[in-house]
């Protein structure tokens, strides 16, 4: 595959695998990051370094932003050195970063000024699902704009699913974080009552897991080894999420219930 050149800010965890996908699929990606052994490895994978985001921005049909939070969203994005200011009419800007859903409104305001289209594209999944290509998409923006970027997209993530306008995929994002956080926090409180019933989670898990019981989490668990590691391996970021989820509730008047109460619990 060739045609659209990509431009990716934020490779980490998650933005290394998108680079190796693209690059696999013959997309040409430039790359811009701030440490010279970011670089050094994108440059390794395939990627074509650029000085500044606004380089970036100039040089790319599609941006791919995929950083930690809002405010490093709008420090990447917005602004006159941020990389909206500097991409060409008609090109598309992908957030993949978790936030608030007025964070992608004001990169879309933002971006209608030069004509920029903005796919708020929140994802469910981790680097094993981009290494698969099995990431999903949570899409909110414009339907021809979706079907422009999805060849692109399609190189890392299936399925792609576009729920509403921009902002959205936020808030179906946000609502999958809190309910898989209430999970988690379920699964460490069995875990917790098998071991006082005195009996082996390691034993008990698996049999819950052909239950009626099971979740994502359960499995999660499993996988790690215990529902208490996997609080502990993935504990951060679900709290990062649940607390924005905490915000955006109280922000658009939307009422959770026992969900957020159990998923704060992590």
């Given at each position: 595959?060739?045609?659209?050149?990509?431009?990716?800010?934020?490779?980490?965890?998650?933005?290394?695998?998108?680079?190796?996908?693209?690059?696999?699929?013959?997309?040409?990606?430039?790359?811009?990051?701030?440490?010279?052994?970011?670089?050094?490895?994108?440059?390794?994978?395939?990627?074509?370094?650029?000085?500044?985001?606004?380089?970036l921005g100039a040089a790319s049909d599609i941006v791919i932003v995929c950083v930690y939070s809002d405010d490093q969203v709008r420090e990447v994005a917005l602004g006159h050195d941020g990389v909206i200011a500097h991409m060409?009419?008609?090109?598309?800007?992908?957030?993949?970063?978790?936030?608030?859903?007025?964070?992608?409104?004001?990169?879309?305001?933002?971006?209608?000024?030069?004509?920029?289209?903005?796919?708020?594209?929140?994802?469910?999944?981790?680097?094993?699902?981009?290494?698969?290509?099995?990431?999903t998409l949570l899409v909110g923006g414009d339907a021809a704009t979706l079907e422009r970027a999805t060849p692109v997209l399609a190189t890392y993530s299936e399925p792609i699913l576009r729920v509403g306008e921009v902002g959205d995929g936020q808030k179906v994002k946000l609502l999958n974080n809190a309910l898989f956080g209430a999970h988690v926090a379920l699964a460490a409180q069995i875990e917790r009552a098998a071991i006082g019933l005195d009996m082996d989670p390691t034993l008990v898990l698996p049999a819950l897991h052909e239950c009626s019981g099971d979740s994502y989490a359960l499995t999660a668990a499993i996988g790690t080894g215990s529902a208490a590691t996997l609080v502990e391996v993935a504990g951060r970021f679900i709290r990062k999420d649940v607390a924005v989820c905490v915000e955006v509730a109280d922000e658009l008047g939307a009422e959770l219930g026992s969900v957020l109460t159990v998923a704060q619990e992590v």
């Open positions: 595959m060739s045609g659209p050149v990509v431009g990716i800010v934020g490779l980490g965890e998650m933005g290394m695998p998108m680079l190796r996908r693209l690059r696999a699929a013959d997309v040409p990606v430039r790359v811009f990051a701030r440490r010279p052994e970011v670089v050094e490895r994108a440059a390794e994978l395939g990627g074509d370094p650029v000085s500044s985001l606004g380089e060409r009419s008609g090109s598309v800007l992908v957030n993949h970063t978790t936030g608030r859903p007025s964070t992608g409104q004001a990169l879309a305001a933002a971006a209608a000024e030069r004509a920029v289209s903005v796919l708020d594209c929140a994802l469910s999944g981790g680097p094993p699902a981009i290494e698969q290509g099995t990431l």
